[in-house]
């Protein structure tokens, strides 16, 4: 990402609030560190364990378009902040744009485990797809989850995100066995009723 941006967003009822921004190597490695846990396997569906400075193979493995009308695209890599000045506790990120469909993908984690289920995750999705919606002119937003991550799921579907498809035995693991993916899609007029 060239260019910095600096997205907000608060949880009114709780005051809880997240950043989201760029990030410098320094904190792509800090979440590299932070993504060696082989719970994360489990949920994500790929290898989260990278060379502490393979910064790149990172940012390359968790932008992996999945759906048939993505397109090879600069992804948007946003850090997840609790404050400016910390180090991210997770990343959201828009990827496989195609601007002839108006489409993205998007997808989230929060990778320290301090701060999962929290409701920090559904917060920057939340804030991401208002920006893909609103500033880049995105109607589409897909994500493909692993049918046994219930909690994405559900987290998604708070968001507004349908079922589209079941996609059984598409998706490789890491220890060799085929995994079942939920395709879920939100369009940008399913928004109208945030807050």
């Known amino acids: 990402m060239n260019e910095k941006i600096l997205l907000e967003q608060e949880h009114k009822p709780t005051g809880f609030k997240v950043f989201l921004t760029s990030m410098e190597d320094t904190h792509i490695k800090h979440l590299i560190e932070l993504a060696q846990d082989q719970s994360l396997i489990d949920l994500m569906g790929w290898n989260t364990f990278f060379e502490p400075d393979d910064t790149e193979q990172f940012i390359e493995a968790i932008s992996d378009c ?15 902040y609790l404050a400016l000045e910390s180090l991210p506790i997770g990343y959201v990120l828009l990827k496989g744009f195609n601007m002839d469909l108006l489409t993205a993908e998007t997808a989230v984690a929060i990778l320290d485990k301090k701060y999962r289920n929290k409701g920090y995750g559904k917060l920057a999705l939340k804030r991401v797809i208002i920006y893909a919606f609103d500033e880049l002119q995105i109607k589409t937003i897909g994500a493909t989850i692993l049918l046994s991550n219930k909690s994405s799921i559900n987290m998604v579907k708070n968001l507004g995100f349908v079922v589209r498809e079941i996609m059984y035995k598409s998706w490789p693991m890491p220890n060799g066995e085929l995994a079942d ?15």
């Open 66 to 80: 999945t759906l048939s009308y993505s397109r090879k695209s600069q992804p948007l890599v946003f850090g997840v």
């Open 181 to 195: 993916m939920v395709l879920m899609e939100l369009k940008n007029d399913s928004i109208k009723s945030w807050n």
